[in-house]
């Protein structure tokens, strides 16, 4: 009788290893560190971020991945496979290592990032007492809304310019930005310039694309009957010289556009020596 119990309770264990041997890591938001995932045929790895994917690709096809919104999926199809994964958020490229599928035990679960705190530009700032306008600034963008981009695919060998999220507040329009350099050389961020497209018409509906950055194919579509300067009152980035392979966030603080009956459309524009221009095109 003894042996039998102790037979059945060998059994329960080694039932039960697999399930315990999963594993759920917590990875820090801005990780640029590269992850390695352990995966096992026949089984998800879910990646969950703190904000939406926006594009992701890997060097192999022997691993299915797919993406829903903040999540990310990855089935290997065939053992002994390893290769690399990149998930760009609009805060970056975040890097992984698929190793090959193991053993159920050992496979990590999911991935998960904490929720990241509302954005803020302290770190804009110098170390010292903040002045008034700095303090009606960072209360500014407590209440930021985000700007989304639906379509958007990193480009190699450019600089690109993303709109992160936008505040109205006493007249004043916020617009909190990030250039991303992915080239070889540095790039050197210049006084921006913001545009009001006035009575914009585009082939798609605008309605649909408030608070949404147009992919520059879009943007190129959209015809208006000028585009009007917006008086800056005051601009500031967090280094003047964005190094290959980085980002710089900036913040630009403009009159306030009169609101329409329809969708506002705004251009921000930065020269550039080596392209002309760098620019974005955002709805409100």
């Known amino acids: 009788m003894k042996k039998q119990m102790l037979y059945a309770l060998i059994v329960l264990v080694a039932a039960a290893l697999p399930a315990f041997g999963q594993k759920v890591v917590t990875q820090k938001p801005g990780s640029t560190a590269i992850t390695r995932v352990e ?19 890997s060097g192999s096809q022997a691993f299915r991945v797919e993406w829903r919104q903040n999540k990310v999926f990855i089935e290997p199809t065939e053992a002994s496979v390893s290769t690399n994964l990149f ?3 609009k805060s970056g490229r975040l890097n992984y290592e698929l190793e090959p599928a193991g053993e159920v035990a050992r496979m990590d679960f999911a991935i998960d990032q904490p929720p990241v705190a509302p954005p803020a530009i302290k770190a804009l700032a110098a170390k010292r007492d903040p002045s008034s306008r700095e303090k ?26 993303l709109v992160k999220d936008i505040v109205r507040r006493d007249g004043r329009l916020f617009i909190r930005y990030a250039m991303v350099n992915s080239t070889n050389h540095p790039f050197e961020i210049s006084s921006p310039q913001v545009f009001l497209l006035e009575s914009p018409r585009s082939p798609i509906s605008l309605i649909g694309q408030r608070n949404f950055q147009l992919p ?18 005051h601009q500031e980035v967090e280094t003047p010289k964005v190094k290959p392979g980085e980002e710089a966030v900036g913040i630009v603080e403009v009159e306030a556009p009169a609101a329409g009956q329809g969708p506002t459309v705004l251009r921000i524009v930065l020269p550039d020596s080596r392209h002309g221009e760098i620019s974005a095109t955002f709805v409100l």
């Open 216 to 233: 520059d194919s879009e943007a190129a579509r959209i015809e208006s009957a000028r585009q009007v300067s917006l008086d800056v009152i």
């Open 39 to 57: 995966t096992a045929l026949n089984h998800l790895t879910v990646v969950e971020l703190a904000e939406p994917v926006l594009s992701v690709a």
């Open 87 to 89: 998930i760009w958020t």
């Open 136 to 161: 009606r600034m960072e209360a500014a963008l407590l209440d930021a809304t985000p700007v989304q981009m639906s379509d958007y695919k990193a480009q190699w060998n450019r600089v690109q310019l």
